[in-house]
């Protein structure tokens, strides 16, 4: 449950970005303590891939003005990499393919490189293969997706367990699922939310950006914010999102426009 008290890990202030000299997001502000889940919502190209991307740092996104802190550091100073190593994980709308680079081995490197930057020891083949193989259990994986390139040939509902599987290894501090359930059919879509409530915790935090409401029947999230046009024009408890499934999107604009 929610505490006032427990640590900010997450905190937007007045974020304005651009790519190409097109500005994306004009004034964000967001706040996200441990043990919370937020949901972001929106019509399609209100920003909100480009907010999660440049929480993880790509280097295309320009922020213009505002601020990210990450527990309390400045975000935007620090280089992706070691964004990962902190605790900060994205889940991409399209989970990229890497021919040629077993997912075993990426997994094991993304892992060891965690441990080694929080001090712990780093495991080998034999010590990792054992952890792997008890948390594939938690996104109903078979073993033999370990031994394939990452998502190379993956169907869309495999890459996205493929992305659980790395959280749920990674353990991340603050993990960003940028529609983790689109093209998801209703089983994938329920072995994701599974997933990422075993996975959430007190200590931890998530944000999930969807398009639809029905990833929120099974991922319930503690607030709900309506991005559109590069804002958060509202937020709410879960309730928002059934009632942006009910009425749409645009009476939210309407009512940022008038003032409401
Ligand atoms: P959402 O994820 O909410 O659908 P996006 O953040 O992907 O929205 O996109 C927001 C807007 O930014 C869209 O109008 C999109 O066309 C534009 N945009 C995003 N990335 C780029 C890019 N690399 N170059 C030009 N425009 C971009
Ligand atoms: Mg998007």
Request: charged residues 25%; negative net charge.
């Given at each position: 449950m929610i505490s006032e008290?427990?640590?900010?890990?997450?905190?937007?202030?007045?974020?304005?970005?651009?790519?190409?000299?097109?500005?994306?997001?004009?004034?964000?502000?967001?706040?996200i303590r441990a043990g919370e889940i937020h949901a972001i919502m929106g019509p399609n190209?209100?920003?909100?891939?480009?907010?999660?991307?440049?929480?993880?740092?790509?280097?295309?996104?320009?922020?213009?003005?505002?601020?990210?802190?990450?527990?309390?550091?400045?975000?935007?100073?620090?280089?992706?990499e070691e964004r990962a190593r902190s605790g900060l994980f994205l889940a991409f709308q399209y989970p990229l393919e890497i021919p040629g680079v077993s997912n075993l081995d990426f997994l094991r490197v993304a892992y060891n490189s965690k441990r080694k930057h929080e001090g712990g020891e780093e495991l080998d083949a034999f010590d990792f293969d054992e952890l792997v193989r008890e948390r594939l259990s938690l996104v109903k994986m078979d073993a033999a997706f370990l031994n394939r390139s990452v998502n190379e040939g993956f169907?869309?509902?495999?890459?996205?367990?493929?992305?659980?599987?790395q959280m749920a290894l990674l353990e991340p501090t603050l993990a960003v699922l940028d529609e983790t359930d689109s093209g998801l059919d209703v089983d994938a879509?329920?072995?994701?939310?599974?997933?990422?409530?075993?996975?959430?915790?007190?200590d931890n935090s998530m944000l999930v950006i969807t398009h639809y409401q029905r990833?929120?029947?099974?991922?319930?999230?503690?607030?709900?914010?309506?991005?559109?046009?590069?804002?958060?024009?509202?937020?709410?408890?879960?309730?928002?999102?059934?009632?942006?499934?009910a009425r749409g999107y645009d009476w939210v604009l309407e009512e940022a426009a008038t003032g409401v």
């Open positions: 008290n427990s640590e900010v890990i997450l905190t937007v202030r007045d974020l304005t970005a651009e790519v190409d000299g097109t500005p994306i997001l004009k004034g964000v502000n967001l706040e190209g209100s920003g909100k891939s480009t907010l999660s991307k440049i929480l993880a740092g790509h280097p295309a996104y320009e922020v213009t003005g505002g601020e990210v802190l990450y527990k309390g550091e400045n975000l935007l100073e620090v280089e992706a169907s869309g509902g495999e890459k996205k367990r493929n992305e659980i599987l879509l329920r072995i994701v939310a599974d997933g990422v409530n075993q996975l959430s915790k007190p990833l929120l029947n099974y991922i319930v999230p503690d607030y709900v914010h309506i991005m559109a046009i590069g804002k958060i024009l509202r937020t709410g408890g879960k309730d928002l999102a059934l009632e942006v499934e």
